[in-house]
């Protein structure tokens, strides 16, 4: 008889985690700082702050082991989607040929969540910082639509206005993500547009330009810069937002703790970190910490995109038109232009 206990994993909503893990305390070195594009110096906040929501930059660079994730963002997750559930993978396992217990293959289900994927861990918390502090639009960026759809719900819930500016080839691949982005009230751009200087620049010299992250996101930037009441959303990259998806890396660890494992290798793909992050961070400072310091941590990320594989460990602009800070990266260059082929 299949033991169910032991091949999908809950927890209940009391067991959310309360705080949020920081790995910056633990780090061997402190973190680069952002770069001010205008004058090539450290970025000051108050530039951060005219970006972001005022939360979230001092989240950035906060030195706190841990932050506390508020009730009321906790009573959301609970209310739609969290605690996920872990389940264990036995067709994988069968189709590797794994007989027994020896070898044991778990995945972290965020499908579950109202969108989809993870996102919403992040796109919540910043919807919720921003309404605290009055913002009444959050502008961001999409790929392949999952970043946008989060905020997009998040921007829902709260009461916020979203606009979108989603890379066109998969704005016109993935006709659904724009569709569920509209239901919950954004508005949806194909970018490069000609609603931004960014945008004209390459919408003028070719309507069926494919567009890229880059495009997008000093489009969104650009736009962000219009109002005092408006602020640029990100999903992915920048340390808050690594932060705020350590609720899945918790979450695991409870998990397994029900069903004494402690695991030997982490599994995550990577773009721009949040998920790969999400998952390894709590068990990084257990690592450095000399905790399970044999665990092996492998992060996979598209041949079609290779930036840590393929990239160089440099300063660069996080975007083509140069209007975001510039940071330390791997990078295949601010003006690469991916395949318009997601898989």
């Not at 739609?80 to 590797?96: D, I, Q």
């Not at 790969?276 to 905790?291: A, E, H, S, T, W």
Request: glycine fraction near 8%; include cysteine; charged fraction near 20%.
């Amino acid at each position: 008889m299949i033991d169910f206990n032991k091949i999908r994993i809950l927890l209940e909503p009391n067991e959310i985690p309360k705080e949020w893990v920081n790995i910056l305390p633990d780090l061997p070195a402190p973190m680069t700082p952002l770069i001010n594009p205008m004058d090539g110096k450290p970025a000051p906040p108050e530039l951060a702050f005219a970006i972001f929501p005022k939360e979230c930059v001092l989240q950035e660079i906060s030195q706190d082991p841990l932050i506390s994730i508020p009730k009321e963002l906790r009573e959301l997750f609970a209310k739609s989607y969290r605690p996920t559930p872990l389940h264990r993978a036995c067709g994988l396992e069968k189709e590797l040929g794994i007989v027994g217990d020896d070898i044991k293959i778990f995945f972290k289900n965020e499908s579950v969540s109202p969108t989809g994927s993870h996102k919403p861990n992040t796109a919540l918390a910043q919807a919720y910082y921003s309404k605290r502090d009055g913002v009444s639009e959050l502008i961001t960026e999409t790929g392949a639509g999952q970043w946008g759809s989060a905020l997009s719900y998040g921007c829902n819930l709260f009461d916020i206005n979203c606009t979108v500016y989603m890379v066109r080839a998969s704005f016109l691949q993935k006709p659904g993500r724009k569709i569920l982005m509209r239901a919950f009230n954004a508005q949806v751009h194909a970018s490069p547009s000609n609603l931004t200087d960014s945008g004209k620049y390459y919408y003028e010299n070719d309507p069926d330009h494919p567009g890229s992250l880059g495009i997008a996101i000093s489009e969104a930037i650009e736009h962000s810069m219009r109002s005092d009441k408006a602020r640029y959303s990100l999903g992915s990259v920048v340390n808050f937002v690594l932060l705020h998806q350590t609720i899945i890396g918790q979450e695991v660890k409870a998990q397994l703790n029900k069903i004494d494992i402690q695991p030997d290798v982490l599994i995550g793909c990577m773009g721009g970190g949040s998920n790969l992050g999400g998952l390894i961070i709590p068990f990084v400072r257990d690592k450095l910490q000399g905790k399970n310091p044999d665990i092996e941590i492998v992060g996979v990320e598209p041949r079609a995109c290779p930036s840590v594989n393929k990239g160089e460990y440099r300063w660069d602009y996080g975007d083509s038109a140069k209007k975001a800070p510039i940071l330390k990266m791997y990078t295949l260059g601010h003006n690469f232009i991916p395949s318009p082929i997601h898989a």
